[in-house]
């Protein structure tokens, strides 16, 4: 601690990321990056960038990314908001609409949120999720403050249908609902159609996962303009230029792939379905996962020990020492050669028990 550090800094308690190894020679399935490489175009438009966009400074709009982002999801590019990765998104949008009021999340959920609270001075309630990790729509219904919700979930993997949500969204028209879809793409539904009829919803999204971007980090916001304009006046008062050009070309090119976007979504939920019948054979209990991740645990086994053996073999997973999900890990969908060598691995650990 330095002595000059200001008070705030002294009293935060940082999110940790997922364990980042030196070596490639480990099985990564603890941050969740796609099981596949990035589209053929986007690797394309990234060798296409040339010296003199690098020499200028970006497009501070990203207004060619707006553009495709805004025709996938059939909005106007004012409803679209680009930043550094949805973390940045979402920084910039608690400091424009959450600083300093009350904030409803739920008690098991991404883990930044609490950090953002601090950091930004928020009132943040959790709502306890029910027995089997579903959400309490009618809990959250009750409050007059403020939403803001991941979906799906983070890192249960359990998702919300769209009509639950709308049903938050309208039931008060003056309450801001904040949907965090970082895992957009696997199969849950999205809130976005919902966008153009409400003015008190707002959707955050990452090509991290759904595009196979976590290398170049891009996310970005859909909403009415209005709160666009807000987060367009926090990110001008911190940092006019978040998305370098290599940047915006590669995640416009992304979006633009439907094609890649659909087989490569198809591909992780097979492969998701194949890791969760593994699982279930060897006797774990495996929540029905909307995200690329699987939310797991060994009613035998202890979490902390089947953590401890796997990262002994060289396969990570991730783990958190709550107690309500202590014996659960959260395990990345991998590719087949992957998924495979977890599933050994974790077959010798019981065996051995």
């Given at each position: 601690?330095?002595?000059?550090?200001?008070?705030?800094?002294?009293?935060?308690?940082?999110?940790?990321?997922?364990?980042?190894?030196?070596?490639?020679?480990?099985?990564?399935?603890?941050?969740?990056?796609?099981?596949?490489?990035?589209?053929?175009?986007?690797?394309?438009?990234?060798?296409?960038?040339?010296?003199?966009?690098?020499?200028?400074?970006?497009d501070p709009a990203a207004s060619g990314l707006c553009d495709a982002i805004a025709a996938v999801e059939g909005l106007t590019a004012a409803c679209v908001f680009p930043g550094n990765g949805s973390d940045e998104v979402l920084a910039h949008l608690?400091?424009?609409f959450l600083s300093g009021?009350?904030?409803?999340?739920?008690?098991?959920?991404?883990?930044?949120?609490?950090?953002?609270?601090?950091?930004?001075?928020?009132?943040?309630v959790e709502v306890p999720v029910l027995e089997d990790f579903s959400v309490d729509i009618g809990a959250l219904g009750q409050s007059?403050?403020?939403?803001?919700?991941?979906?799906?979930?983070?890192?249960?993997?359990?998702?919300?249908?769209?009509?639950?949500?709308?049903s938050l969204v309208a039931s008060n028209r003056d309450r801001l609902v904040i949907i965090d879809e970082a895992y957009y793409g696997f199969g849950a539904e999205s809130a976005a159609p919902l966008v153009?009829?409400?003015?008190?919803?707002?959707?955050?999204?990452?090509?991290?996962?759904?595009?196979?971007?976590?290398?170049?980090r891009v996310g970005y916001a859909?909403?009415?303009?209005?709160?666009?304009?807000?987060?367009?006046?926090?990110?001008?008062?911190?940092?006019?230029?978040?998305?370098?050009?290599?940047?915006?070309?590669?995640?416009?090119?992304?979006?633009?792939?439907?094609?890649?976007?659909?087989?490569?979504?198809?591909?992780?939920?097979q492969s998701r379905a194949q890791l969760t019948e593994g699982l279930g054979s060897l006797g774990f209990q495996v929540l029905p996962s909307m995200a690329n991740f699987v939310f797991t645990r060994h009613p035998e086994v202890g979490g902390e020990a089947l953590f401890a053996a796997l990262r002994q073999e060289g396969v990570l997973v991730r783990r958190w020492s709550k107690p309500r999900i202590g014996d659960w890990l959260r395990i990345t969908v991998g590719s087949g050669e992957q998924n495979e060598r977890l599933l050994t691995s974790v077959a010798q650990f019981l065996k051995n028990q």
């Open positions: 601690m330095s002595r000059f550090w200001v008070e705030k800094v002294t009293e935060l308690q940082p999110y940790v990321p997922g364990e980042q190894p030196a070596t490639g020679s480990v099985v990564k399935l603890n941050t969740n990056e796609h099981a596949l490489s990035p589209s053929d175009a986007v690797m394309a438009a990234i060798s296409a960038v040339q010296g003199e966009q690098l020499r200028r400074y970006p608690w400091f424009a009021r009350t904030v409803c999340t739920l008690d098991t959920t991404y883990g930044f949120y609490p950090v953002w609270a601090k950091l930004y001075g928020s009132q943040l007059h403050d403020a939403i803001v919700l991941a979906n799906p979930n983070a890192p249960t993997g359990l998702a919300l249908r769209r009509a639950d949500i709308e153009a009829d409400y003015d008190n919803l707002m959707i955050s999204r990452s090509l991290s996962k759904s595009h196979a971007l976590a290398g170049m859909l909403a009415h303009p209005d709160l666009i304009e807000g987060l367009n006046r926090v990110k001008d008062s911190f940092n006019s230029y978040p998305l370098d050009a290599v940047a915006q070309a590669a995640a416009t090119a992304a979006i633009s792939d439907a094609e890649w976007f659909e087989q490569a979504s198809q591909a992780v939920a």
